[in-house]
């Protein structure tokens, strides 16, 4: 069969608006770039850039989602004073305007069967209602439209509710939060689905893959020293969460590379040091976009070329 493609792209906040950008210019060169992929792989973020290309709207569309509305959606309001995220008795950020925005891009009453391409969302589902009382727990949960899917009737901006839900930034949706919790590069969950039914005539085998994997801006962060006894307050302060998915998305990015070597392709721009640009820092989305409008493409162009 000829090469499957999967586009993955990662969470990020309003950090997302650099994939936005990335695959506007992208386009520019490979205008077929989103039409032959076979696969949209996205989380929170991503998931929302995702589930738009596959419902037919353009990156400059979804560009402007953050730009126009990325404020309204990140208005701080519940916010204690001097309060910081963690260190709030609710979630940072109500999901009003975001459910309101999402409704108006991705549609009412479109669900995932409706979109034009496949698409793969990673969320968290807090609990699976098990009726063994043993088996009751939280776990992963993968919303798709490919061709097992037991969600294909889920309305697509709920599903997009459901992937951005970050702990502490916005409330739990449905029962569902952020799946950046496990899967912030969903790449490795992508290739996962790709081939799990390896078995049937015409699905795609490990060969066959080619994964383009879009990260949006990360900061280069360590925590020096050899010993550190350190309690919650510590560890949330020096960035735990932060450190956690990092990790995840790294480990993600090595068995990627593990088991597809040049068929896979991550590109994942490092921000400057001086600048860290959080995921709710809306105001600084003018920095994020012409950031993202002065990288240095032409490494992925060329993988592109090549592979896609």
């Not at 919790?181 to 699905?203: D, F, Q, T």
Request: hydrophobic share 40%; net charge negative; aromatic share 8%.
């Amino acid at each position: 069969m000829r090469g499957y493609r999967i586009l993955a792209l990662d969470g990020g906040g309003v950090r997302g608006v650099v994939t936005a950008v990335l695959l506007e210019r992208l386009l520019k060169g490979v205008p077929h770039l989103i039409s032959m992929t076979d696969l949209l792989a996205g989380t929170s973020s991503g998931g929302i850039l995702a589930l738009g290309l596959a419902g037919g709207l353009a990156p400059t569309q979804l560009r402007r989602l953050y730009e126009h509305k990325g404020q309204a959606i990140f208005h701080d309001s519940r916010r204690p004073f001097g309060a910081e995220v963690g260190q709030r008795p609710t979630a940072a950020y109500d999901n009003e305007v975001l459910c309101r925005e999402l409704k108006s891009s991705l549609g009412k009453t479109a669900r995932l069967m409706d979109l034009g391409k496949q698409v793969l969302v990673p969320a968290c589902d807090l609990d699976n209602e098990a009726a063994d009382p043993r088996e009751r727990t939280w776990r992963p949960k993968l919303f798709h439209n490919l061709p097992d899917s037991e969600d294909a009737d889920r309305l697509v901006y709920r599903v997009a509710l459901y992937t951005s839900a970050a702990p502490m930034y916005f409330p739990s949706v449905d029962g569902f939060i952020d799946g950046g919790v496990y899967a912030n590069n969903p790449s490795m969950v992508a290739i996962a689905h790709a081939v799990r039914a390896r078995l049937e005539v015409g699905a795609p085998t490990l060969q066959d893959l080619r994964v383009l994997s879009l990260g949006n801006g990360n900061v280069g962060r360590y925590i020096s020293g050899q010993r550190h006894d350190w309690g919650s307050t510590h560890w949330l302060g020096a960035g735990l969460l932060d450190l956690v998915n990092d990790a995840s998305v790294a480990i993600t990015d090595f068995q990627c590379r593990q088991i597809l070597g040049e068929r896979y392709f991550r590109f994942a721009p490092l921000l400057p040091a001086d600048k860290p640009i959080l995921l709710d820092e809306s105001a600084r989305l003018p920095e994020l976009v012409d950031y993202a409008e002065h990288l240095d493409l032409s490494e992925l162009a060329a993988w592109l070329e090549e592979n896609w």
